[in-house]
């Protein structure tokens, strides 16, 4: 009896989640089998699997998708690595410590778009951008970024605002460790490499992987960033599956080759999202 009260309670909002994840899924299967164009709105001819074979023979296709894994995985790298580098260091006292942890993390509160304009328009612009009077301050040519090195810029500029993201995760984690261990590591002679190695690093394997995870779920989605900065160019070097998908359907109004690129995006995402799971599930376990 108790178990049946508890199932109807929860019984509105699974229904309410279901058919919210349920309805634009079918309604993109649907798009994804018919012939509809913006521009032609009558039309609307059953065609089966050819928006897949034409989103699939696209000459954009591929390079989506190798430059949204590249994307991705340069982005947990940095992410990973300058997170674990600072919380470490963050984790010892200093004067205006708080202020720095501030200062680290508050760029993770900015908004994408506000976070890709600042990149453009104050860092990387070749002109008056931060950089460009770096570059000219030692007598060197000031570099366009964005036209030269665009996937490499837009790298950049996510990882500076999801980096604070992995740095809290991990000085909540090293708030949580031993210290007495590491006292009795370094009174037996330990260095400061083989505390990090064999204590710190084994303590944050799981927040590691958990951001990893959801870091990884977000930057296949990213678009914001490439569409206010590189338009997905020069050519295709800096489009990823997302943009390729609204250049689809908001720039040539294919909305079938686009529900269909997007269901594509969704199959790879699920992949992605398993391997994952597995991993970090292996690494729970241990």
């Known amino acids: 009896m108790q178990n049946w009260l508890s199932r109807m309670l929860i019984a509105p909002s699974f229904i309410l989640l279901l058919l919210w994840m349920i309805v634009p899924l079918s309604m993109t299967v649907y798009f994804s089998t018919i012939r509809y164009n913006l521009l032609y709105p009558g039309e609307h001819n059953f065609i089966g699997w050819m ?10 296709f591929w390079p989506a998708v190798g430059n949204t894994l590249f994307l991705v995985a340069m982005v947990l790298v940095c992410t990973v690595v300058l997170g674990v580098l600072l919380a470490v260091a963050l984790d010892k006292p200093f004067f205006g410590r708080g202020i720095a942890r501030i200062l680290l993390i508050s760029p993770f509160f900015i908004m ?13 612009h070749p002109v008056y951008g931060v950089l460009a009077w770096l570059w000219e301050s030692v ?16 790298i950049a500029m996510i990882s500076w605002q999801w980096m604070p993201f992995a740095l809290l995760i991990f000085i909540t984690s090293l708030q949580s460790m031993d210290h007495e261990q590491k006292e009795a590591a370094v009174l037996d002679g330990a260095t400061g ?36 900065t590189t338009g997905g160019g020069p050519g295709y070097e800096s489009t990823n599956l997302a943009f390729l998908i609204f250049a689809q359907a908001l720039m040539q109004f294919d909305v079938g080759v686009a529900s269909a690129g997007g269901l594509v995006a969704v199959v790879l995402a699920n992949i992605v999202a398993i391997f994952l799971v597995r991993a970090i599930g292996k690494n729970l376990v241990t």
């Open 112 to 124: 994408p778009t506000v976070n890709a304009l600042l990149w453009k328009n104050m860092m990387m």
């Open 139 to 154: 007598g060197l040519e000031p570099v366009d970024w964005l036209a030269e090195f665009p996937l490499g810029s837009i």
């Open 193 to 228: 490499f083989q505390v990090f190695r064999y204590l710190t690093l084994p303590h944050l394997a799981r927040p590691i992987a958990v951001v990893m995870m959801i870091e990884t779920i977000f930057m296949l989605s990213v678009f914001a960033e490439i569409f206010v």
């Open 51 to 60: 928006n897949f074979e034409f989103f699939y023979t696209d000459d954009a």
